[in-house]
């Protein structure tokens, strides 16, 4: 409730001509599209133009300077930058908002040189999504480690016959590389100077291989041992915590829109 709320009183506080605005929007559009494209269905609801206000109250709400996105989501985060430094400059209300740390303090922070946007393994010209109908460019957090080694050594690549990373002429091979480089926990540019110009695709293709059907494993084992209730319990404890903050935040942005007497 309150993030709808919130989202109310910032979208009449945005415009459509606003450059980031329209660009996020007009990419969604074309998501979207390519979807119903896809599975031939004319149904795009209104409230995607809305949806990237909707992200940013998601995030103003609870007061984050840090938010982990990916690559992709890097826009969306200096969207939400700009309407919280709007919203905190026009109505001059204290701090109506607090505002996310930039995009490269983010990466800084989480110890990423960039945003993260893993690619779909046999189009890696596009990222990979749970919403891929074939499933075979996809690691499901619920595949068999075998079944997503296997889905690891049928990766598209290239004809070039030599490791680089190009993510421009050699797509595949730089989306394993980074692929191995996260579940190894080492820097990119590690990964890359193990294997530059190796030219043996299978041998490279079966180390990332071997670490995705480990770190499955130790996930899944994991996983078994959760205990359901306690994160239940978990759930609704930080539900009650949070509540507290996002309403104490929409108080502030109801007084500051005049939405509700200033105390």
Known sequence: MENAI??????NNVSFDDRQT??????????????????????????????????????????????????????????????AERINNKFK??????????VSKQHEFFGKDQGLRIKDLIDPTKKMSKS????????????????????????????????????????GISNLL?????LRGQPLAETIAEFEGQTRYGNFKQ?????VEQFLTNFQQKLATVDDAAIIAKLEQSERDLSQTANATLLR???????????
């Not at 979207?32 to 995030?59: H, T």
């Not at 109908?133 to 595949?143: A, K, M, N």
């Not at 180390?207 to 670490?211: G, H, L, M, W, Y």
Request: glycine letters at 4%; proline letters at 4%.
């Open 6 to 11: 919130s989202s109310y009183a910032i979208e």
């Open 22 to 83: 329209k660009e996020i929007t007009t990419r969604l559009y074309d998501d979207i599209k390519n979807k119903i494209e896809l599975k031939k269905e004319l149904n795009v609801s209104v409230g995607l133009f809305n949806y990237p206000v909707l992200m940013a109250a998601d995030i103003l709400l609870y007061n984050a300077k840090y938010i982990p996105v990916g690559e992709d989501q890097t826009q969306h985060l200096e969207f939400t930058r700009d309407i």
């Open 93 to 102: 209300f204290d701090e109506v908002f607090t505002i996310p740390d930039a």
């Open 132 to 171: 891929d109908e074939s499933g075979r460019g996809v690691i499901f957090l619920g595949d068999t480690p075998a079944a997503a080694a296997k889905k690891i050594m049928s990766a598209t690549t290239d004809d070039k016959a030599e490791i680089h990373f190009d993510k421009v002429n050699q797509p």
């Open 178 to 182: 980074e692929i191995l480089s996260l």
């Open 207 to 211: 180390v990332v291989a071997s670490e």
């Open 253 to 263: 942005a109801q007084q500051a829109v005049g939405l509700r007497p200033r105390s």
